[in-house]
């Protein structure tokens, strides 16, 4: 596979060819800088070369409010291995210069990005080679940030909806979301969860019925059987916490969670 | 005093986006945006209610003890031998510090919303200790983070909290401090914001808390303002107020923000002193300092080059806090107030001569407030009025106090 568009038109690719297969897009999270620098590069790769669809690449921040115990561990592990954005964005350069070619969405709080220049983040970040962003703490009506930036880049600039978000909520975020929204499957912190809520198929209706831009599920997805039940149901799907939880146990332990998670999207 | 208890000029800032000027703002997850929403609206609708007001009005005066006192610092302000220093008595407001008013205001809104789950955060434990004073008197429950280097150093206000019916959630995250326990305190809301009311201590985090603390607080300069007037004849020459989030003293600034010829003062921990980089002077280290996004507002955060938050010294744990109320950021940017700090061995020296002097065992974190007036009122004339906002009392303090005085 070779990476012949960048940005929101290298989602778009992501998303037809997913639903050609029939399936959703499997988009792994890693944070750069966990266990290590290196070590988290050669995570994303040995993941990448099992064909999955795209990254959500952590940058870790200090205080990381919409993130669970697990996230959080490992975000502060980053920080102390001397994780900045600098390096994060030379993780992608890196990757790309490595041939790596599934879409990579860069996602950090607002901070460290508005630190290091809103503008010059998403025009460096798209250099490096990334095709968007995700900013949990950036809701639309606070788009300004960012927005002309990326539109200028052709950067994707995720929105989230929640399962509290109200028709308006709705349209606003697809108003001004590009790439994809971010589906939060739940009412809460991200974590490893056993079972997705009992409420999704018609909270995914629910939000089918309002917009045609793809829909990517995160927060709790976990396992190869939450993969297979989102069959038909989401474009997508994120999964971060349980793939580190699975790494505290070894590598191995990681990567074998990522193959069969993904084998089980496909089934 | 007009027939609406909270000082609401609706002309006011914030914007309808919750900005002043360039400041403030919601940058808070898509998962509680409702729920802002709801509170804006609840909030916009009981101020408008003059049964909301009665209500307060009635708790302020017959359980907080409001109208709190102006004391004249008769002997400190003859040592000093310049201007003349009135104390705004918050310590005197039931349970010892301002936040009552706030908690009190709140804790109303809540039950007005049909909330019974009450979560807050804490610091100093003043803002723990209002709101589950306010919550026992509501009979709504409340859980309150804090953080564990906090729980260490205020003991007593951990202890007050639990016997009246609150938990008290340690948080081992971070530094450990406030900026930890609101960090907690969101992800709580986050999770069961349903059936929660995150009632926020001081005048930050994303619209509408820092509007909302500001009005609830506001009482403080209504007061005040006509206090000193009977008392003295004339506006105070400045107000000051120590600044943590900045809720006693945008309470304080509020009723005098029109008054041209009167200085708004507000001073923030200086710690170590600049130079040490252990401080919480958000305002007076711009080269650590920068405006940034905590805690849902856009305000001066202490930051690395990296964004990264900066963890802060203080020997009083309520100013020890990394960034500062939006409305405080717009107030310096017109030149309106002015900010300026006070170090901890600044802070220990009032602490002490003001228990000497008028009998008044201050907060350490008002203590920061009285330094600042002691340093200025010998420059200014005999018949100028420095007002300080003694926003609480030091009984919270005497084992930090003892730990580095000795006994
Ligand atoms: C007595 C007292 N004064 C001041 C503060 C600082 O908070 P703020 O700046 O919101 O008034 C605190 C906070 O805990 C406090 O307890």
């Known amino acids: 596979m070779t990476r012949q568009s960048q940005g929101t038109a290298a989602l778009d690719a992501m998303f037809a060819r997913a639903k050609k297969q029939n399936r959703a897009a499997f988009m792994p999270y890693f944070c750069i800088g966990y266990p290590d620098?290196?070590?988290?590069?050669?995570?994303?790769?040995?993941?990448?070369?099992?064909?999955?669809?795209?990254?959500?690449?952590?940058?870790p921040f200090?205080?990381?409010?919409?993130?669970?115990?697990t996230i959080q561990a490992a975000t502060q592990i980053a920080l102390e291995q001397g994780a900045t954005v600098r390096l994060c964005l030379d993780a992608v350069r890196q990757l790309r210069a490595r041939g790596l070619s599934?879409?990579?969405?860069?996602?950090?709080?607002?901070?460290?990005?508005?630190?290091?220049?809103?503008?010059?983040?998403?025009?460096?970040?798209?250099?490096?080679?990334?095709?968007?962003?995700?900013?949990?703490?950036?809701?639309?009506?606070?788009?300004?940030?960012?927005?002309?930036?990326?539109?200028?880049?052709?950067?994707?600039?995720?929105?989230?909806?929640a399962p509290t978000s109200n028709d308006e909520r709705i349209e606003m975020a697809t108003a001004n979301a590009t790439g994809f929204i971010y589906v939060v499957s739940l009412t809460g912190i991200t974590g490893a969860r056993k079972e997705l809520p009992a409420y999704l198929t018609d909270y995914i209706a629910r939000l089918r019925a309002k917009t045609e831009m793809p829909l990517v599920l995160g927060f709790g997805v976990s396992s190869p059987a939450h993969a297979r039940q989102l069959r038909?149901?989401?474009?997508g799907f994120i999964v971060a916490s349980a793939l580190i939880r699975a790494w505290e146990r070894g590598f191995d332990e990681m990567h074998a969670l990522a193959r069969d998670i993904f084998a089980a999207s496909q089934e | 005093m007009t027939d609406l208890y909270i000082r609401t000029d609706l002309s006011d800032l914030p914007d309808a986006r919750g900005y002043f000027g360039e400041f403030g703002g919601r940058f808070v997850p898509e998962t509680i945006i409702p729920a802002l929403d709801e509170l804006e609206a609840a909030y916009n609708e009981a101020i408008a209610d003059p049964a909301f007001h009665r209500e307060l009005r009635h708790l302020q005066r017959t359980y907080t003890g409001r109208p709190t006192p102006i004391s004249h610092a008769r002997r400190l302000s003859e040592a000093l031998g310049g201007a003349q220093i009135y104390l705004k008595r918050e310590d005197l407001a039931h349970t010892g510090a301002h936040k009552i008013n706030n908690a009190l205001g709140q804790g109303l809104l809540a039950k007005r919303m049909g909330k019974r789950r009450i979560i807050a955060e804490t610091g100093a434990g003043q803002h723990g200790v209002g709101a589950s004073t306010a919550m026992a008197l509501l009979g709504l429950e409340c859980h309150v983070y804090m953080g564990t280097v906090d729980i260490r150093r205020q003991q007593p206000n951990v202890f007050r909290m639990k016997l009246l019916g609150a938990e008290v959630i340690p948080v081992e995250s971070g530094s450990r401090t406030l900026k930890d326990a609101i960090n907690e305190a969101m992800r709580d809301w986050v999770t069961n914001v349903d059936t929660t009311f995150y009632l926020l201590g001081s005048a930050l985090g994303p619209h509408p808390y820092p509007m909302m603390v500001r009005d609830f607080q506001s009482i403080i300069g209504v007061e005040a303002r006509d206090q000193i007037q009977a008392l003295t004849g004339q506006l105070p020459d400045a107000c000051i107020a120590c600044v943590g989030g900045g809720s006693n003293?945008?309470?304080?600034?509020?009723?005098?923000?029109?008054d041209e010829n009167t200085e708004l003062i507000g001073v923030e921990a200086g710690g170590h002193g600049i130079e040490s980089r252990e401080h919480a002077a958000r305002f007076a280290d711009l080269d650590i300092s920068r405006p940034g996004i905590l805690h849902g507002t856009r305000s001066y955060v202490m930051q690395n080059d990296d964004g990264q938050i900066m963890e802060t010294h203080s020997v009083s744990a309520g100013l020890d806090y990394p960034s500062v109320g939006p409305e405080h950021a717009h107030l310096r940017q017109l030149e309106r107030a002015y900010y300026t700090m006070a170090t901890d061995v600044d802070a220990l020296e009032a602490f002490q001569v003001l228990s000497k002097m008028e009998g008044i065992i201050p907060a350490l974190e008002s203590s920061h407030a009285v330094a600042e007036a002691i340093k200025r009122a010998p420059t200014m004339p005999r018949d100028s009025v420095l007002l300080v906002n003694l926003s609480g009392r030091g009984d919270k303090d005497l084992d930090t106090v003892i730990g580095i005085l000795g006994n």
């Open chain 1, 37 to 59: 620098y290196d070590e988290s590069l050669c995570a994303i790769e040995a993941v990448a070369a099992l064909g999955v669809d795209g990254f959500e690449i952590g940058m």
């Open chain 1, 62 to 69: 200090s205080d990381p409010i919409a993130d669970g115990p």
């Open chain 1, 102 to 161: 599934q879409p990579m969405l860069m996602m950090s709080y607002a901070n460290p990005l508005v630190a290091y220049g809103a503008d010059r983040f998403v025009r460096d970040a798209r250099d490096a080679g990334a095709d968007g962003l995700i900013v949990p703490d950036l809701p639309p009506e606070e788009a300004a940030l960012f927005a002309d930036s990326c539109a200028r880049a052709g950067m994707a600039l995720i929105f989230f909806l």
């Open chain 1, 232 to 235: 038909g149901l989401t474009d």
């Open chain 2, 249 to 258: 003293a945008i309470g304080l600034f509020h009723a005098f923000r029109d």
